[in-house]
């Protein structure tokens, strides 16, 4: 996990990729009724619009708001420290869903005056994908490759015997 600010920004940046990424593939397959080779790259439209998006909601807020939380429902000295890495996932994912959400009702649904019930739909579509898509790829993915460019970084240090 991420120790510095450097590290923090890499690490947001590759999962803001993984999940954003995937998501878009997802909505557009939605969008047209299936999954079809030309919305690997069609995503890619959307990704330069929705990734700083995420990046910026994520990393000024999203991110904080998920460590507080987690740290108050998980004691890491008591319990599995995987556990707190499991809670920040399902919290960010329970803001970062409905927020990116509400930014591609905005930006790329045209929902007219249905703005509220395009969102809320659009949310609860994302929301099973988004968790599990985090939960058993993302997060694993992402913190297998942060692992590979930093290494590993002990949260305690080995005490000396």
């Given at each position: ?20 990424y995937v998501m878009i593939c997802y909505n557009i397959a939605l969008n047209i009724g299936g999954m ?15 990734a700083p998006i995420a990046f910026v909601l994520d990393f000024f807020f999203v991110g904080m708001i ?12 008591k319990e599995n420290p995987f556990h707190l890495i499991l809670t920040i996932s399902a919290v960010s ?69």
């Amino acid at each position: 996990m991420p120790k510095i600010k450097f590290q923090e920004i890499i690490f947001t940046v590759l999962m803001v990729f993984v999940m954003v990424y995937v998501m878009i593939c997802y909505n557009i397959a939605l969008n047209i009724g299936g999954m079809q080779n030309h919305v690997f790259t069609d995503a890619f439209h959307e990704l330069v619009i929705m990734a700083p998006i995420a990046f910026v909601l994520d990393f000024f807020f999203v991110g904080m708001i998920a460590k507080r939380t987690a740290f108050r429902l998980v004691d890491p000295a008591k319990e599995n420290p995987f556990h707190l890495i499991l809670t920040i996932s399902a919290v960010s994912v329970a803001w970062m869903c409905p927020l990116m959400s509400l930014a591609a009702t905005i930006l790329f649904k045209d929902s007219g005056s249905q703005i509220i019930a395009v969102w809320l739909q659009t949310t609860v579509m994302n929301f099973p994908m988004a968790f599990f898509w985090q939960i058993f790829f993302a997060g694993p993915l992402v913190r297998f490759i942060f692992r590979l460019i930093f290494g590993r970084t002990p949260s305690r240090e080995p005490s000396e015997a």
